[in-house]
């Protein structure tokens, strides 16, 4: 995978694609939606580490 994984203390062991952790330098992550989005994806695929990549990350609605 071109990114990185994350082990976070709420949102469990995830990957963010390289297109996305670029991304993330101008834009916020939707924090609680993209939780849920993991949560569900865990229950899914109980076997795969979830990845957040161009065609589903969820950014925060801009202020």
Not at 33 to 42: A, G
């Amino acid at each position: 995978m071109d990114g990185v994984e994350l082990i976070c203390p709420e949102c469990g062991h995830f990957g963010v694609s390289g297109i996305v952790m670029r991304e993330s330098n101008e834009r916020k992550f939707d924090v609680e939606r993209t939780k849920v989005w993991l949560h569900r994806e865990r229950e899914i695929n109980p076997d795969r580490c979830p990845v957040i990549n161009s065609s589903n990350v969820i950014w925060a609605s801009a202020p």
